[in-house]
């Protein structure tokens, strides 16, 4: 499955059974007055906000290299997955003055059966949500996707919180308020998680040793020299990828047969880990 039809498949999916749980989980808030259930409720609304904007992300992903973008528009999916952040960060504040301020008021909730059905039923959904947006998200290698999916985990998480908090509600009255607030450091998590993954790859990531490993590896089945590989970082436009990297040949060599060596290297890595190599050659002095 290629980028953009995860975007639209899991986005759709999403958008359509958080707005049904929404609606369910926002009808048993009303009738119990609680203000744990509400932000419980506007948090699954949330999460068919940021799917729509997973969904506008992949069609604006999609789109091919231009003059002004000679590297894709790739990046997009990171800008969603910031976008999401911040939808999220506004709905945690927002529950963490509300559950505060019913604290001061030492409100007190009464949960009933249907409290207890409508939680259930949404840490069933939500988790099943969760799961199918990290497969989506693997098989695609859509951040934005795997961020929808942890917007699904977090909201599982806090129905978890709730209904634990409603077998105790009879005996503190602060129940509900607690609650509220650990959802919202909940979503502050998830927020945190979101923004690093993200930002990791807007602003350049550093290489794991598993693929400089493999790169010298397959670099050392042609030349047997040693090239003294150094300084490598990976530019990632999530769909065109590219790595720069310094090689040390000895100095000896004309320039010609450095470039030869150079421009040999360049298309092994792009036939072998489709990606576009830019290698800087020095001289190895011994």
Same mark, same amino acid.
């Given at each position: 499955m290629n980028k953009t039809k995860a975007g639209y498949v899991e986005g759709t999916v999403s958008i359509v059974i958080n707005f049904l749980l929404f609606i369910l989980k926002l009808w048993a808030s009303i009738i119990s007055g609680s203000v744990a259930l509400a932000a419980d409720a506007w948090h699954t609304l949330s999460d068919s906000i940021s799917s729509v904007v997973v969904v506008i992300a992949a069609k604006l992903a999609a789109k091919k290299a231009d003059k002004e973008h000679p590297f894709g528009h790739g990046r997009w999916e990171q800008i969603a997955s910031i976008f999401i952040a911040v939808i999220l960060a506004i709905i945690a504040y927002s529950f963490l003055e509300s559950?505060?301020?019913?604290?001061? @008021?030492? @409100?007190? +909730?009464?949960?009933?059966? %249907?409290? +207890?059905? !409508?939680?259930? !039923?949404?840490? %069933? +959904?939500?988790?099943?949500?969760?799961?199918?947006?990290?497969? %989506?998200?693997?098989?695609?290698?859509?951040?934005?996707v795997r961020a929808d999916g942890w917007h699904h985990r977090s909201d599982a998480l806090s129905s978890v919180v709730v209904l634990i908090g409603i077998l105790f509600a009879k005996n503190f009255w602060w129940i509900d308020s607690v609650l509220g607030a650990i959802i919202a450091i909940m979503l502050f998590f998830a927020v945190f998680t979101i923004l690093k993954e993200a930002i990791n790859k807007l602003l350049g990531e550093q290489p794991q040793q598993e693929l400089i490993d493999k790169l010298t590896n397959e670099i050392k089945n042609v030349y047997f020299d040693d090239l003294k590989i150094h300084h490598l970082h990976i530019h990632n436009y999530t769909s065109h990828k590219e790595i720069t990297f310094h090689i040390r040949l000895n100095k000896d060599l004309t320039i010609e047969k450095g470039h030869r060596v150079a421009s040999e290297i360049e298309e092994i890595i792009l036939d072998k880990f489709g990606m576009t190599a830019t290698i800087h050659v020095e001289p190895l002095k011994y």
């Open positions: 559950s505060f301020r019913h604290f001061l @008021d030492k @409100d007190k +909730v009464e949960y009933g059966k %249907i409290a +207890v059905i !409508v939680t259930a !039923v949404s840490i %069933i +959904v939500k988790e099943l949500l969760a799961q199918y947006a990290f497969y %989506i998200g693997r098989k695609a290698d859509n951040s934005s």
